[in-house]
C-alpha cells in the first residue's frame, strides 16, 4: 500500500470556484502561513496528530509527517467568480481577517484574479455579477472550465490540481433522468438542459480530466449517478456536501453524545443568524430549501429514531437561518435542545455558538484539497467516504447509510490512514492492558 | 468466552451506601419501570442497541438482548444512611420525582428503611445525621457492614449482591502510605487511622467478600493500592470515580468534539447552581477541593496540551460550584468557551445546561450494577476501564492514562461487549463498501 | 374627581371573546385565588403597591386598598369561542396549569360554556371550530353579541360587564374606507363588508351598549376611527391592543435602559418558539404580519432614530416567531442584541427567556378589566392612554406618538391613579432631602 | 436659578487617581473625540436629548445644548498611579483600544504622566507598584495631594478642577468613629488611623479644597460624615460610590420592570468573569468583599422584600465574580433569574451580557466629572443625590434610601436639569391631550 502511493512533490494548484469570503479567507490564510504570521488552526493535516499503536507507545505524530501530503509551500491557488475583484480586494470586503494582516500578504493576493464564472441566476437569484462566460451551451462553458484548469496549471507549473467547490448555495433540486447516467448527462450539456446547474459543469470538466474534486455547498454537484460513474472511468476522487461548520459541526458533536447516553431527545430548535453574501443568498427560499434538507438530514442518520423509537421517535426537529447584517461574517447560531432521562423527565439545553463561519470552513478547503490530492496518489477513486468527516451531508456509495456522528467519522478517518500506511487500526479495546483481565478471559 | 459467563438467573440485591436523592430516584424509577409506570431512559443496559457487524447487516439489537444481564425484575435493594428516613420518605424529601408518581409506588418503597450508616462527620462537614453504627474501631465498622451484607443477602435471598456508593463527597485527602497495601490498611483500619474515610469503609467490607464494588463520588474509596490488591486477591470487579453528569458529561462530549476538528481552546469557565443536599456538601471548600480535582482532569487529558501545545498549551480552565436553594436538585450549569480557529481567531461557545442531577445520575447507578454483575459472572476482576463511560474520573491500571473522551469510552464499552460475546470488533474503517476502492488498495 | 367615581359594588361581569389557553387561564386563576388556593402574582389592581407622597412619609398602599376596584369575588365569568368545550375541558387541553389544581376548581370552571362565536376562516385560516354563529349579514352578527351580554347579565345579575378580547390574531388588514366613521361601519356591517373583521365585530356591540373593551391581540379592532367616534358617543372607555407579555415586555424594559445611558443600538435579533395553539395560528404568514407590524414598532419608538441618529440611526431589527410543539405554551425567546459603547466599541447582550405564555398575559386580562371598569365608572371615555402599560401597541389620540417604554407607561398609570385619587404627582425630583441644597437653588 | 450659574468658560481640569483601564478609556476616548476620529457614545452630557415640554412640542434637545456644560475642547487631564507608565503606555497595556486608535493619538496621550500615587498595601494585596508617595503621616500625605492639584491647576491654566476616583476597590471596611467628624478624621490623619484607605485621603485634600468629588468605586471614601459635613463647609459637591456598569446596570434596568408588573422572584444568580488588573483585586476576598456588599444592595431595594413580601420576601440573592484572564477587560456576566407569575408557576430569565468594562465606565467618568462641574457653578453643595444615575451605590442624605431603580434615577436627573433651567417637571400624566377625558375629570 505505503509503498505504492505516488510522491507528493512538485506543485498542487488549488482551484476554487467561487472566490468568496470562503476562499479568499483560505488563499489568505495560507499565504500568511507561508510567511510565518499566522498558524493554520483547525486543519487535521497541519495541526492534527494522530495516535499509532498502544496508548503506552505514546506515539503521537503530526498527521502532515505521518502520511504524504503535498507542502503549503508548494500549492497556487486560483479560481473563478461572478465578480472580478482580486483575491486582495474580495478579501478586504469580507471583512473577516483584519485589514492589517491582509496589508502583509497583498502582493501574494492581488495576483491572483478570478477566471470568468459559469453562472445561471436562475439558480442564485440574490446574486449578480457580471464576470460571466458566454457560451452556446453548457457542454462549452465545461469546456471552457476545463481549457482554464489547463491553462492555469501549465501558467503555474502544477503537476496536480484539485477543485473544491466554494461557491454559493444553489436552489434545490432533485435528481432527474439527465443525472442519471453520463450519456445523458453530456446530451444535457449539449441541449442546455436547466435541470443542470453550474456547479455540475465545474465537476464534470474536473472528473472529466481525473482531477479531484470536492464540493462544499449542500447542491447536489457531483452526487449523481452520472459523475460518480464518470469518477470511477477516469479514477477520479470525489465527495461532498457541504462544509460542516457552526452549528451543524456542534449538532454532530452533541448528538452523539446524547445518543450515547440513551438520553432520549423530544425537539431541537436551530437558529442562525448571518450577514455575510451566504446569509444574502439563503434569504431566497429555494436556496435555502437546499440547506435546510442537508441540515436536517443529520440529526435523524445519528438518532436512528426506527431503531429507537422510544428515545427518538416524536424528535421534532426545526432550522432557521436569518439574514442579519450587523454580524456580517460572524455567523451565530443558538440552539434549543429538549432531552429527556430516567422516567422521562424533560431538561433542556441552549447552546450559543459566537462563530466565524470563514474561519471554520477556510481550514476545510485545505483538508479536502490535500486528502483528495492524496487520495488521487494513492489510487484512491470514486466516493470518499473516509472524508466523511468535513461534510454536512456525505457522500457515499448508493444504498449505504452516510454517518454524521463526527466521533465515527474521525475514526474512519484515522483508521483509513493508519491502513494507507499500514499501521494497526485502533479498536479501543485495550484490555491487554490488563494483564489478568486478559488471563480470565 | 460467552460460554463461560455464569447465568443472570436469581435474584441480584444492589446496596448503596447514602439514600439520598441519586439512589431514591434511582430505586422509585426501577419500581415504576417493574410497575409499567415509565421507562429506564438514560439506561443503556435497558435502551442502548448495538451495532453488530456491518452497517449493511442492520443489526442492532438491544445491549439487555444481546448480553446476559440481571432482569430489573430480579433485583432487590438496600442500603445504608445517617438519616433514618425510609426510601418513600426521603424521595419525598428529595423532591426529585413528581409526588403522584411516588404515590404510586409508595408500597415498594417504605419497606426499604435505611441501616445505620457508617459516618465521620471530619470527612463531611455540612452533614447531621443519627442513623450511625458506633463501635470502637474501623475494623469493627467493615464488619457490621459485612454483616449487614450477609444479612441483607439472606433475608431477601440474593444470590448475587453489587454495590455502589451514591453518598456525598468526602473531603479531599491524598493518597498516604495507610492506602499503599492490603496490610498497612488493615491495620490502619485496627488503629483508626484518620486517612480511611467511611466510604473506603465499605468499600473493603464489600471487596473482602468479593463483592462488586462501583464508587459514584470523586472520593479516593477504592482507587488505592491496598483495595486495588485486594480485588484482584478476591476475584472482584471494582470501578469509579465519580458519576458523569451534567456539566462534565457535556465537556467529554464537547471537548472531543474541539480536538477533532483541530479547534484551540483559550479559556473554558464553568459555573453550576444547586440546590440540593449535594450543592450542601459541596459548599464546603474540603469537599469542593474533591469535586475540583475530579472535574479538572477532563479536559487536560482529552485536549493533550503537551501533544499540542500550539492548541491548548495557553488553556485556563475554571470550575465553580455554587450552592443556590432555589433550583433544588435542578442543576444548571453554564460553560463559557474561548476557541480559536484558522489563524488564530477567536470565536465564543455558550452552553446552559438546565438538568437535573439525579435523573442523570440515577440510570448510571443501574447501569453499573448490572455490568458490573456481568463482569463478576464474566470472571473480569480488579478495575473495570471499560466502565470508564461512566465516570467524570476514570479509574485505570497503575501507570495508565484514563481516557476521557466520551465516545472513545463508548467504542471501548461496546467493544468489550462484542469482544465478550464474540463479535467482530467495529474499526469504522469501511472501505470494503467501495469495491473498487478496495481493489485499488 | 374622587368622591365622583361610582362604587364597585355590585357584580361585574367580565365577557371574553376567544376561551383558548389566556382566558382558561386567567379565569382558573381567579377562582383559585377565590378559594384560596393561589395568588394572583403579576395582577398590579391586586398585588402592586403604590408610594404616596414624599418617600420619608413611607406610604405604599396596595393598589387595590387606595382605588375602587371590583372585588374579586363580585367577578363572573363569560365568552364566546369557536370550540365548544367548558371552561375546564379548554384548560385541561390548553396544558398550561397543574391537572390537580384544575381538579379543584372544577365545578366553577365547567359551568362555563362557551356562547357560539362570531367566525370568518378567512381571517384565521389555521382553525377550524364548529360552535359557530349563522346570520346572513355581521349587523346580525353584532345584534347576536349583544343580545349574549345582556341575557348573560340578566342570568347572572351583572350591575356592569367589560369585555376583553382574549382570541387569536387576525390577519393583517389595513385601515380602509368602511373604519372612517361610524356610518361607513354600520354599512359595512350590513353589506358584510370584508374589512370589518370578526373581533371588530365584538367591539361594535360592546361600545354600542357602553361596555369597556379591550383588545388582547394586534388587530385593527378598535383601533378605527369608527369606533373611537362611537366610544366617545356612548361614553366607553376603550384599549388596546395585543397584551404585552414575553419578549415585547422584556424589550420595553431594556430598550429603556440602554436609551437612558445612550448606549448605541446596531441590530436586535428576536426570535420565539412556542407550541401553542397561538403558534399555529402564527404560522401562517398573513397572521403573523399582525404581530409583526404590532412587535416591530416597539423599538422604535422607545429608541426614537430620527432623534438619535448617531445612536440608533442604523437600527437592523428582526422578530420571528416559530411554532415549535414540544413547548406548548411554555412559549421561550431568544434575543440578541448588537450594542455600542463609548468610541463606537460594540457589546452583545443575549436574552433567553423561559417563560409562560398565558402566565403572563392572564394577569394582564384581569388588570384590564378592573381598570377599565373603573374608568368607566370614573367616567374617562374614549381611548385609555394610561393603560399602554398593558400593550405591546397602545392606541393613542390620533397624531400622538404611543409610549412604548414600560416605566414612562408605569409612571403614567400610578399619577393617573394618584390623580384620580387626589393624591400629590411624583416627579423623583427629590431635592427637597437636601435642605441646604433647596437653600442654594 | 438658571441665572445664577457660573458659566463653563475657561479650562476645566479633571484628575482621576488611578490611571488604569478605565481612566485611560476615557482620556483616550476624549482625545479622538477631540480629534473627530470617534464619538463618546454612551455619555449622556454629549450624545443625550431631554424631552421639554409637551409631547406634541417636540422638543428634544441635546442636554449639552440645554445646560451650561465644559466644552471637551476646553478639558485637561491629570492623575496618579502606582505604576509610572504614561497614559499611552497603560492603555497600550489595558488591551481595551485597537492600538491604530491609541497610535493615532499618542501625542496627546504620551504627555500625561501620573504623579505619585497615595498607596497603602494592606488595602489592596493583589496590586504592587512603586510610584508611590512617601511621607510620615497620611495628613502629609494630603497635603501632597492638594499640592499636585495646585501644581497642575497652575501649569495647565485650569480654573476649575474636578476629581473622579478611578483607582482599584480597596479592601472592605465598616464606617468607624474615626470617620464620624471632620475632627475625628483630621486627628486619624495625623496619627496615621489604619481606618483611613488611600481613596479617602485623595477625598479629603479636594473636598478640602472645594472641589467637586466623586467616587467610582465601591469603597466608603467620601460616604462618611466626616466628609459630608467637610463638604457642606466647603460648598462642595460629592458623590459615589461605584460606577454602574456591566451586571449591576443590567439588574437595575431588569429588576425595576419585574417588580413594575408585579412579577415575582425567587433567585437572583449572578457571575461574571473578566481578566483585567480589577478581576486581579477583586480576586482578593477582603476587596471582593467591598464588591460585594455594593453589588447585593441593589436588589433588595429595587424590589422592597418589607412591602412586597409575597412576591419578594424569599429572594435568594448570589453575586459571583472570577478572575479569567482569557477575557481581559471584555467583562462577561450571566445571570440566571427566577421568577414567578399567576398563580405562582415559574419562569426563568438569562441574561448573557458580554461586555466591555471600561467602555461602559469611560463615559461615566466625563459625566460625572461635567455634572460635578455644573453642580460647582450652580451652588448646589454636598451629596448630588440625582447622581445616583451613575453609581451602583448611591450615596444620599443619612437615613434616606437610595433610589436604585435607574429609570426614577434618570428622571430625577432630568427633572433636576429641567428645574435648573426653569422648565416644567414632566409626570407624563398626559390626560390633557385627551380633551374630553380632561373635561370628564
Redesign the interface.
Known amino acids: 500500500?505505503k509503498e505504492q502511493i505516488q510522491s507528493a512533490d512538485g506543485k498542487l494548484g488549488i482551484l476554487l470556484p467561487g472566490l468568496g469570503a470562503v476562499a479568499t479567507?483560505f488563499i489568505a490564510?495560507v499565504a500568511?502561513?507561508n510567511k510565518g504570521l499566522?498558524?493554520?488552526?483547525?486543519?487535521?493535516t497541519?495541526?492534527?496528530?494522530i495516535r499509532l499503536g498502544k496508548?503506552?507507545e505514546n506515539r503521537?505524530p503530526l498527521i502532515k509527517d505521518f502520511v504524504p501530503l503535498a507542502n503549503l509551500q508548494d500549492v497556487v491557488f486560483g479560481g473563478w467568480d461572478v465578480y472580478d475583484d482580486n483575491v486582495y480586494e474580495a478579501a478586504m470586503k469580507a471583512k473577516v481577517?483584519e485589514p492589517?494582516?491582509l496589508q502583509a500578504i497583498k502582493p501574494e493576493l492581488e495576483v491572483i484574479v478570478p477566471m470568468k464564472a459559469v453562472f445561471d441566476k436562475s439558480y442564485v437569484k440574490n446574486l449578480d455579477g457580471h464576470n460571466i462566460k458566454e457560451a452556446p451551451t453548457k457542454y462549452d462553458l465545461a469546456k471552457a472550465v476545463a481549457a482554464d484548469i489547463e491553462q492555469f496549471s501549465k501558467t503555474n507549473g502544477c503537476n496536480r490540481v484539485a477543485l473544491v467547490w466554494c461557491g454559493s448555495t444553489e436552489k434545490y433540486i432533485e435528481q432527474s433522468a439527465v443525472h442519471e447516467s453520463i450519456e445523458a448527462f453530456e446530451a444535457g450539456l449539449k441541449n442546455n438542459d436547466p435541470a443542470i446547474s453550474p456547479s455540475m459543469i465545474y465537476a464534470y470538466a474536473a472528473i472529466r480530466m481525473g482531477i479531484p474534486f470536492a464540493n462544499g455547498a449542500p447542491n447536489l454537484t457531483c452526487d449523481i449517478p452520472a459523475l460518480i460513474q464518470l469518477a470511477?472511468e477516469t479514477d477520479t476522487p470525489i465527495g461532498g456536501k457541504d462544509f460542516k461548520t457552526g452549528q451543524t459541526?456542534?449538532k454532530?458533536?452533541?448528538a452523539?453524545?446524547l445518543h450515547?447516553?440513551?438520553?432520549?431527545v423530544?425537539?431541537w430548535?436551530s437558529?442562525n443568524?448571518l450577514g455575510n453574501r451566504d446569509g444574502l443568498v439563503l434569504d431566497d427560499p429555494d436556496n435555502f430549501k437546499t440547506k435546510e434538507v442537508s441540515k436536517l438530514s443529520v440529526l435523524e442518520d445519528i438518532l436512528?429514531p426506527e431503531?429507537?423509537p422510544?428515545?427518538y421517535g416524536e424528535l421534532?426537529h426545526?432550522v432557521?437561518i436569518?439574514y442579519?447584517?450587523?454580524?456580517g461574517d460572524n455567523k451565530?447560531s443558538?440552539d434549543?435542545i429538549?432531552i429527556?432521562?430516567?422516567?422521562?423527565?424533560g431538561?433542556?439545553?441552549?447552546?450559543?455558538?459566537?462563530?466565524?463561519d470563514?474561519?471554520?470552513a477556510?481550514?476545510i478547503v485545505l483538508d479536502l484539497a490535500l486528502f483528495m490530492d492524496l487520495a488521487k496518489r494513492?489510487?484512491?477513486?470514486?466516493?470518499q467516504?473516509?472524508l466523511s468527516?468535513y461534510f454536512k451531508s456525505p457522500q457515499?456509495?448508493p444504498?449505504?447509510?452516510p454517518?454524521h456522528d463526527?466521533?465515527?467519522q474521525?475514526?474512519?478517518l484515522q483508521?483509513?490512514l493508519r491502513?494507507?500506511m499500514g499501521e494497526d487500526?485502533?479498536?479501543?479495546?485495550?484490555?491487554d492492558?490488563?494483564q489478568?483481565?486478559v488471563e480470565?478471559?
Open positions: 500500500m479567507t490564510g500568511a502561513v499566522a498558524q493554520p488552526i483547525g486543519a487535521l497541519q495541526m492534527g496528530n496508548r503506552t503521537y481577517l492589517a494582516l470511477k459541526l456542534m454532530t458533536i452533541l452523539p453524545g450515547a447516553r440513551a438520553l432520549g423530544r425537539g430548535f437558529t443568524i436512528q431503531i429507537n422510544g428515545l421534532y426545526k432557521r436569518n442579519y447584517p450587523p454580524h451565530e443558538w434549543n429538549d429527556f432521562g430516567w422516567l422521562g423527565y431538561m433542556q439545553i441552549k447552546i450559543n455558538f459566537l462563530c466565524r470563514s474561519i471554520l477556510a481550514p494513492a489510487g484512491m477513486t470514486g466516493i467516504e473516509w468527516f457515499t456509495a444504498g449505504l447509510r454517518e463526527i466521533f465515527k474521525l475514526i474512519k483508521n483509513t491502513h494507507l487500526l485502533i479498536t479501543h479495546l485495550g484490555l492492558y490488563y489478568d483481565l480470565a478471559l
